[in-house]
């Protein structure tokens, strides 16, 4: 928590910090939760109306602990038009999760996301940090399965 | 003994993507234990996406070889044959590399996948922060904007709004603070142009930038990039502190009484920050949300102080058009669009990858002769420009000339640069559900029309695609549209219809089968097709048995196997697996 308090110190009175203080608040907890948002605007002195406000605007912010492997399913137009949606089957019949959603025993979170720029390896998966590209659904499941081993 | 100058590894996301830090570590490796000592430059995208991993190597006679689709394995035969041995691996060659390239003029790009995006001194090598000292050391302020005005540079974001005359207009505007601002929140899908170039050759935005602020009289600057792009962040921030070192940022600007800073606002996920006026409420720490213009950013924007705000493309612009002068640009091009155009080629092309080309190029050339054409055997149906602000352009309409203009009056726009090509097997109704649904959810609510019509479209959309259409829908879908171009407030609702009015002037045939006669010709609309096992083409090898997740194909090995009709979750996954093409995919029946 004292960590926490230092990143607060760190961004009180400046300009423009109200989506930087939450980006690493979420950084920090892996979610934003409700105390820590109104901790965020004590320090830049807003209501906590305002932050809700603030937070539920970018889709970046989760208001629930994510699961250990946080999988990105990416829905752009190559990857639409490359098979996206069996990569979303596939994901489907091996956890058991839809976007949105994290696998019981907290390994996996699911989230559908518009773009990740790799468009000529399409359809592509960003597991964590790692862009997984010209998958199939078969693909897919391997690589979880590495994971979950 | 060959003698090798440098060796290249294209370590942009898309090759990390493909395994490009293992060849690299690999190369590293296999050099080291043979006590070569050969430079080995980490670069930015080399272009030829299709085939990455890449490896370039560079002999002291000027001769290059590129190799593609490496692995830890074929990169030590490489090392083996090529560098030691001394005789190229055909086979790996990727050899259309100098097709590829021979129609295109790279001005924007001509460092991204030559020098290490991380290091200055390769930039300044390679005539980097030549032309910011040209404006200090030799330009006024109003210089530089004129020089821009005759290069006839637009901004390369989409809306194609002059560049000398939008950098005028916050020059003139009266404050003493002024900002500048660069838009990387790159968010149309399919569109990855500004990405490899940050990653490829940050200092030139970087350089962009400083002589914007400079020509403006801007003392502070934001880089608004998106967090789905942590690669271009690390180097953005890498370029900025080596660029603070140099002086080329920061106080007394190589000497000069001219102090410019510059900082990297990461987006938190949001289309509609695209947009400049959302852009910069976001910069504020608010919800992002457009507001009415005027007053333009030009008199009042960031905390209500003057704000110049331009694409990455743009600004990468910037330098070369200094060091080249604007007169010798604007040789480049068609009357009305000067320059180049980068483009993110993907979708169903045979080489999808970064390309940059004149304007007036036609976008059959850069389709087919550049791209090389569809892939695998299939037709051509459309090309998507301009992601959901833009439209789906036929086949007959390929011989268009690339600039703003021509563009616009197909009903699609120049737009950032995603360029997917779709062929037969992609359903246009589907295409113009996807892009409905995409900005529907990025909607942020503020008009009403962009709030509930888009969403009125999506439902007709999703009704015809699931055969349920009427043809009434097709009226209602157009006067939805032009309702919601006319009355939303910025450029998301205004051209949000955009691909459904192309997709209906170009494809009508198209929502009318699936309106009248329940089938979807290009076999894609779960609702309208059936996937079947033509008992004479089956082995009974049972793969589609075991890949089936609901149990729906039933069968023992060595007979033909039957696909349940009720069970069938439509999912294609048995299609996938066949190996004989015994699955057929039927539709209106």
């Known amino acids: 928590m004292d960590r926490f308090n230092t990143l607060l110190k760190k961004w009180k009175g400046q300009r423009g910090n109200v989506i930087p203080l939450l980006q690493e608040t979420q950084r920090f907890f892996g979610y934003l939760p409700e105390q820590a948002m109104q901790e965020v605007a004590r320090v830049v002195e807003k209501s906590p109306a305002e932050i809700y406000g603030v937070a539920t605007f970018y889709a970046q912010f989760r208001f629930e602990p994510s699961g250990r492997h946080m999988i990105k399913v990416c829905h752009g137009t190559a990857c639409h038009v490359s098979g996206a949606d069996s990569l979303d089957t596939a994901l489907k019949m091996e956890l058991g999760i839809g976007p949105g959603e994290t696998t019981q025993d907290g390994m996996f979170t699911l989230e559908k996301v518009a773009c990740l720029g790799c468009c000529s390896l399409a359809p592509v998966v960003m597991i964590e940090q790692e862009v997984h590209g010209r998958l199939t659904g078969d693909k897919l499941k391997k690589t979880l399965r590495k994971i979950k081993d | ?589």
Request: aromatic content about 6%.
């Open chain 2, 1 to 589: 003994m060959i003698q090798v100058q440098e060796l290249l590894v294209g370590l942009g996301s898309c090759g990390i993507a493909a395994g490009a830090r293992q060849v690299y570590d690999t190369l590293i490796r296999e050099l080291k234990d043979r006590g070569m000592k050969i430079p080995v430059i980490p670069t930015g995208c080399i272009g030829a996406c299709h085939r990455e991993p890449l490896l370039e190597v560079r002999l002291k006679d000027g001769s290059r070889f590129l190799y593609g689709d490496l692995d830890i394995g074929k990169v030590k035969e490489v090392v083996t044959g090529h560098l030691v041995e001394g005789s190229p691996l055909n086979e790996y060659l990727v050899p259309e590399k100098y097709d590829y390239l021979a129609r295109q003029k790279k001005i924007v790009l001509a460092n991204s996948g030559v020098i290490n995006p991380e290091s200055i001194d390769d930039y300044i090598k390679a005539e980097g922060y030549t032309a910011l000292r040209k404006v200090i050391g030799t330009m006024r302020p109003d210089e530089v904007i004129e020089e821009l005005k005759i290069s006839g540079l637009r901004g390369r974001g989409g809306a194609g709004f002059p560049t000398g005359l939008k950098w005028g207009f916050t020059s003139s505007a009266s404050g003493v603070k002024k900002y500048l601002v660069c838009n990387a929140d790159e968010g149309d899908p399919g569109a990855f142009m500004d990405r490899s170039l940050l990653e490829g050759d940050p200092h030139a935005v970087i350089e962009g930038m400083v002589i914007g602020a400079y020509a403006i009289g801007a003392d502070e600057g934001y880089i608004y990039v998106r967090a789905e792009y942590p690669l271009a962040i690390k180097r953005l921030g890498i370029a900025i502190s080596q660029a603070e070192e140099r002086g080329f940022i920061g106080e007394h600007i190589l000497g000069s009484d001219f102090f410019f800073n510059i900082h990297i606002k990461e987006g938190a996920g949001a289309f509609v920050c695209g947009e400049e006026t959302a852009l910069m409420a976001s910069i504020e720490g608010k919800r992002g949300m457009p507001r009415i213009r005027p007053p333009f950013p030009a008199e009042s924007g960031l905390w209500a102080a003057p704000t110049n705000i331009n694409n990455v493309e743009t600004l990468g612009n910037v330098p070369p058009i200094i060091r080249m002068g604007g007169g010798e640009y604007a040789r480049i091009g068609t009357e009305k669009s000067k320059g180049t155009k980068v483009f993110a080629l993907a979708g169903k092309i045979k080489r999808g990858g970064m390309v940059e080309v004149p304007m007036g190029i036609s976008l059959r050339e850069v389709i087919f002769d550049i791209g090389g054409g569809i892939k695998g055997d299939k037709k051509f149906k459309a090309v998507q420009l301009g992601g959901p602000s833009g439209g789906c352009i036929p086949e007959r309409l390929l011989d268009v000339q690339v600039d703003y203009d021509s563009l616009t009056a197909t009903g699609a726009i120049m737009g950032s640069g995603g360029m997917v090509v779709m062929d037969e097997s992609t359903c246009m109704v589907d295409i113009a559900r996807y892009f409905l649904s995409f900005t529907q959810t990025e909607s942020c609510g503020k008009c009403t029309f962009c709030r509930v019509g888009t969403k009125r479209m999506l439902e007709i959309l999703e009704r015809i695609t699931q055969g349920q259409g009427r043809m009434e829908d097709i009226d209602e879908l157009q006067e939805l549209a032009v309702n919601i171009k006319i009355s939303s407030l910025c450029g998301l609702g205004q051209t949000a219809p955009n691909p459904v009015l192309t997709t209906l002037s170009y494809f009508r045939e198209e929502y009318e089968e699936h309106i009248k006669n329940k089938r979807c010709p290009a076999l894609h609309c779960k609702a309208l097709i059936r996937y079947r096992v033509n008992p004479e083409v089956c082995t009974g090898c049972t793969l589609c048995v075991k890949a089936c997740p609901v149990q729906a194909v039933q069968g023992v090995r060595k007979k033909p196997h039957i696909i349940d009709q009720e069970l069938c979750i439509k999912c294609g996954l048995c299609f996938e697996a066949c190996r004989f093409s015994a699955i057929e995919i039927t539709t209106g029946e």
